[in-house]
């Protein structure tokens, strides 16, 4: 089945730095979201990017989709410790089908102090 | 705000046990899903519904089992527990017809078989 495969695996930077996390997918898609999941909890929702958007921005985050490379790229802005979590991104392929999200591996962030 | 609580954070059980995992939303979505995430794999869907005595097969549902009597209960069952069923179960929802498929999840489950 297709899958986000997110890059890199785990990501260390100093507090203030920005972060960025990617994504890449196999097959056409609805739409891309990224969740985040802090130590030993449930995923929260981020944001999302429909298939005909190239980036969106909420917050101090900013996601791109290139749909012809079949990427997204994930970039938090002045981080901070509380930015400390795994992130997934996640993909609704197109054409219907079952309503499920496909996630990837995720990037596990630390942000150091 | 959507609420998807999840009946334990931990749990223990002994190798061929009967077990009953609970998610309960409080926002009346009809969608509601099972997932397993293990380190390495990341999340693997185990069954979803789409409303309530419906249910559909995900990417990896042999050894388990659902029941969705209620639209609001989501229940995961493991007939006969074995060991490589040890992991972190996380329940979602949505509601139907939601162009994002935005999911919602609980806290997760923490499961233990010894």
């Known amino acids: 089945s297709q899958q986000g495969e997110e890059d890199p695996q785990a990501l260390s930077i100093q507090e203030g730095e920005n972060a960025t996390m990617n994504c890449s997918y196999k097959?056409?898609?609805?739409?891309l979201q990224w969740y985040r999941q802090n130590s030993g909890r449930g995923l929260v929702h981020l944001i999302l990017?429909?298939?005909?958007?190239r980036e969106k921005h909420s917050g101090r985050l900013r996601v791109t989709l290139d749909t012809s490379k079949k990427s997204s790229s994930l970039l938090i802005t002045a981080s901070r410790a509380a930015d400390t979590a795994s992130y997934f991104c996640a993909v609704k392929p197109s054409g219907g089908g079952a309503d499920g999200l496909t996630f990837g591996k995720g990037t596990h962030l630390i942000i150091q102090p | 705000d959507v609420k998807v609580t999840q009946s334990s954070r931990y749990l223990v059980k002994r190798t061929g046990e009967k077990v009953f995992l609970e998610c309960v939303q409080d926002?009346?979505?009809?969608?509601m899903f099972w997932y397993r995430q293990d380190p390495g794999l990341g999340l693997r869907l185990i069954y979803f519904s789409y409303d309530v005595k419906m249910k559909e097969k995900g990417d990896i549902p042999e050894g388990y089992s659902v029941s969705r009597e209620k639209k609001e209960r989501f229940s995961l069952i493991l007939e006969s527990a074995s060991t490589n069923q040890t992991s972190m179960y996380l329940c979602a929802s949505r509601l139907s017809g939601q162009t994002s498929y935005e999911q919602y999840f609980g806290p997760g489950t923490r499961l233990t078989v010894t």
């Open positions: 926002m009346d979505h009809e969608n």
């Open positions: 990017i429909r298939s005909n958007e």
């Open positions: 097959t056409s898609i609805n739409n």
